[in-house]
């Protein structure tokens, strides 16, 4: 071995002791505390080890989140029915029908003034005589009267007569008390009695129909009404109101369409339902006669396809007095009035519209309209109507 081979291994050896020597002492560091010293170059490949591992901390459980729960759907709630009208009964009307006139009309208050006077002169009887004209009575119903007056009057044996008896039976002897004054509503076998109101607007036609079918289900009669007044959109929807208030259906039809259409299709649903009363209000805007007549006949051939009319009611307004005698002759030559509505008789002096009427006609009074509550309609009584002229 050569020299320059010799110091070769030993400078191998030396550098192998010294690595030695330093693992040794990086070794025995470690040992005893736990880390490498700064700069070593085990630091970018080895990690600090812990001697002790510090107690685990708890996290906080976090509560489950629970999905939503929908609310259950609730179906909508169906509207309560609507509370119905308990309309008045006919009998207790005519209570009211007696009140009503007793302390609006003067008739009967003048006519007792005049009678009881202590001389019954010339005078006196044109006085009567002027007051029963005032009255709408007429001129004929006028003159009989007073004529039946004079003679029962007339002073025999020195002693008169009660005045207010005598009066009273020559009032209702004039009213006529034998004339058929019942309603004719219903049909023959399983037709419906067919109403038909006529008359011009203004005179509280509409509204009559509306109360009419009140005192029908007063009397618990199944009722269909018919909006054949399709000129106007007010009755239309009138009539609809008056019909909700008791629960009575209206058939209607378009603003300005036939009416004879509408009173059809209304007495077909009558029969087809077996209603016991079909009341029919018509058109009374028509600008002549002919107009009148065309239209109110067309309405009635139609109706009768289906079922008999078995009443024709005819509304006159008791304020209007002549104009409403003129009203009567028109529509009695139209159709077959077979009765007679007098509104607003309450508020009026002149009750002898109602002998007029007859009169001239030749058909009785049956309801009187006594004001403007929704059972202020009352049927026709000559006996009341005098009792209550008498107050």
Excluded: C
Excluded at 28 to 33: E, P, S
Excluded at 77 to 106: C, I
Excluded at 187 to 207: C, F, I, Q, S
């Amino acid at each position: 071995m050569s020299p320059m081979q010799e110091w070769l291994y030993l400078v191998i050896g030396i550098a192998v002791v010294g690595i030695l020597a330093i693992v040794g002492f990086v070794g025995t560091r470690v040992r005893r505390t736990g880390t490498l010293p700064k700069g070593s170059a085990t630091d970018v490949i080895t990690a600090p080890v812990d001697t002790e591992v510090p107690p685990t901390e708890e996290l906080p459980v976090e509560a489950p989140v629970e999905a939503p729960v929908e609310a259950p759907v609730e179906a909508p709630a169906e509207p309560a029915a609507p509370t119905l009208d308990r309309p008045e009964k006919p009998a207790s009307r005519l209570v009211r029908l007696r009140q009503r006139l007793a302390g609006s009309n003067a008739l009967g208050r003048g006519l007792l003034g005049l009678l009881s006077r202590d001389q019954l002169d010339e005078d006196t009887w044109e006085a009567i005589e002027d007051l029963l004209l005032g009255a709408d009575i007429g001129v004929a119903p006028t003159q009989e009267l007073v004529e039946r007056l004079r003679t029962r009057l007339r002073v025999e044996g020195g002693q008169a007569p009660d005045v207010r008896a005598v009066l009273r039976e020559e009032l209702v002897e004039l009213v006529d008390p034998t004339m058929d004054r019942a309603l004719h509503v219903s049909g023959e076998g399983d037709d419906p009695g067919v109403v038909l109101v006529v008359g011009v607007n203004g005179t509280g036609k509409t509204t009559t129909v509306g109360k009419l079918a009140r005192i029908l289900v007063a009397e618990e009669r199944t009722t269909l009404l018919a909006a054949a007044d399709t000129f106007r959109a007010a009755a239309t929807e009138q009539l609809a109101t008056w019909g909700e208030r008791v629960g009575v259906e209206v058939v209607r039809g378009p603003e300005g369409g036939d009416p004879a259409s509408v009173a059809f299709d209304a007495v077909k649903q009558g029969v087809e339902r077996g209603v016991d009363t079909v009341v029919v209000d018509t058109a009374g805007r028509l600008q002549n006669k002919q107009g009148l007549m065309d239209e109110l006949g067309k309405v009635k051939r139609v109706i009768e396809k289906q079922a008999p009319v078995t009443e024709v009611l005819l509304v006159l307004d008791a304020t209007t007095g002549q104009n409403g005698l003129i009203q009567a002759k028109v529509f009695s030559e139209v159709v077959d009035v077979t009765g007679i509505v007098l509104t607003k008789l309450d508020g009026s002096a002149k009750g002898g519209i109602v002998v007029a009427v007859q009169r001239q006609l030749g058909v009785p009074v049956k309801l009187v309209g006594l004001g403007e509550g929704p059972d202020d309609l009352a049927p026709f009584d000559a006996a009341a109507f005098v009792d209550a002229l008498l107050g």
